[in-house]
């Protein structure tokens, strides 16, 4: 089977597909598409309710697939999971990247800044488009964002965004050899030039798909990942990870801060109910360590070859105990192009800067993760670039901690996306060379 398509849009086809959310690869000519008959209910491994996934044997001229009942099709699915895969991965190199950390360690938050934020620096300082690959994928991602950076009708008005589940409309189940299995849901993203990008020459290589892995903090605890739940397997078949260390959870960062800290994560006398994790937050990466072996089949003593960004969450909250020359953003205008270039010396510089403090604080961080990957920088960031307000309790008594979307800063927060990329050397943005 081939797929054909139109006149009007012919792009080259990859030879092989590696699925976002079960990691089976296939020749493309295997992929599957996904009915829009009404009456085409029921799929031998999603259930009843969802549409018949189906290998095309009729197209139109326009090289839509069609199925049994001659409607058009454009929705495509893996072969083995039969879940909906995005388009753009038919046609451009993937970049995966996952994202990890104990509960409560601002995942969400982080996530929700990063996506927004590189909505608007591709744009503005690359000349590059960062946009949904599909958006009924990305929906729980673009709630995220609206409602932490708009609020609804209200932007003054208090929001939380609630903590990822261990269930939920992030993961999917299908049958996977016989067994009912919960799979993660990618959130994926293409980035192509814009007409303004000044190298035309390098804008086919460039462009590509992005497929992020969020999960929630529990699916990192010892004893969570099996057989029937293999949620955070994709740590081991990305190209880069990001480990969020959240220094509020430290009773050692805590203590080094000398200065009043007004941020009732960092003083709970301020009230509130900051929902810490009882997980020892090294422990969680000895556990991601552990796994991503496993399943790449790697000996207790070889490295993971994957980067590794140690992302140190809530700056904001901490910033007395880094002395940094500067804190502006890590690339530069390029004289007489309408395009910046990364700065991946400032970066480094930074990294080394909170090494140092990891050292002196949580050596046996900062021990696991060097011990254990090849390369392994450390940038921290703030998802909001303010501390947050206590709210009113709730059924329980607890008193959840909120941000006000019009205060909403972020700081750095998409920087970890673009080392990660430098430093897995699947980068979509200039970079400046070091001396």
């Not at 990691?23 to 493309?28: A, I």
């Not at 991602?141 to 208090?158: A, C, L, V």
């Not at 992020?212 to 010892?222: K, R, V």
């Amino acid at each position: 089977m081939s797929i054909p398509v139109s006149n009007h849009s012919r792009m080259k086809i990859k030879p092989q597909i590696s699925c976002p959310h079960c990691w089976y690869e296939f020749p493309t000519d295997q992929i599957l598409f996904i009915s829009e008959s009404p009456d085409l209910l029921g799929d031998s491994k999603l259930g009843d309710i969802e549409q018949l996934r189906f290998l095309p044997y009729r197209f139109n001229l326009d090289g839509a697939a069609l199925d049994s009942h001659g409607i058009k099709c454009y929705k495509l699915a893996c072969p083995n999971c039969h879940l909906q895969i995005p388009r753009p991965l038919l046609h451009m190199p993937v970049f995966f990247i996952s994202i990890a950390g104990a509960p409560a360690s601002g995942k969400s938050y982080f996530f929700a800044s990063m996506v927004w934020q590189l909505r608007k620096t591709m744009t503005r300082d690359f000349c590059m488009n960062f946009t949904d690959a599909d958006p009924t994928m990305n929906k729980r991602i673009r709630e995220y964002e609206t409602k932490q950076f708009m609020g609804g009708n209200d932007p003054n008005q208090p929001v939380v965004i609630e903590k990822t589940d261990i269930q939920g409309d992030i993961y999917n189940n299908t049958l996977i050899d016989g067994h009912l299995t919960s799979l993660a849901q990618p959130f994926s993203f293409t980035v192509s030039p814009l007409p303004s990008y000044p190298f035309p020459k390098q804008a086919e290589r460039v462009a590509q798909t992005v497929c992020m892995y969020d999960n929630a903090g529990e699916s990192f605890l010892p004893g969570a990942d099996h057989v029937t739940q293999p949620v955070t397997r994709h740590l081991a078949t990305s190209d880069a990870i990001l480990f969020l260390f959240d220094p509020t959870q430290d009773l050692r960062f805590k203590q080094a801060c000398k200065q009043p800290v007004h941020d009732p994560q960092m003083n709970p006398s301020l009230g509130g109910d900051v929902r810490k994790s009882e997980v020892n937050q090294s422990t969680v990466l000895t556990e991601m360590i552990t796994r991503i072996k496993s399943h790449a089949h790697l000996s207790a003593n070889e490295k993971i070859k994957v980067p590794l960004i140690i992302v140190l969450t809530k700056l904001d909250a901490w910033l007395q105990l880094v002395k940094f020359p500067h804190y502006h953003q890590p690339w530069n205008p390029v004289q007489n192009m309408p395009i910046h270039i990364y700065n991946i010396k400032r970066v480094e510089e930074y990294s080394q800067i909170l090494r140092t403090l990891l050292l002196n604080l949580i050596p046996d961080l900062v021990g696991t993760a060097e011990a254990n990957v090849e390369k392994v920088t450390y940038i921290a960031v703030s998802a909001t670039g303010t501390s947050p307000e206590v709210g009113q309790p709730d059924k329980d008594g607890k008193c959840p901690l909120m941000f006000r979307p019009a205060n909403i800063k972020p700081i750095w927060a998409e920087v970890p996306f673009f080392h990660a990329q430098v430093m897995a050397g699947k980068y979509c943005v200039p970079v400046l060379k070091k001396k």
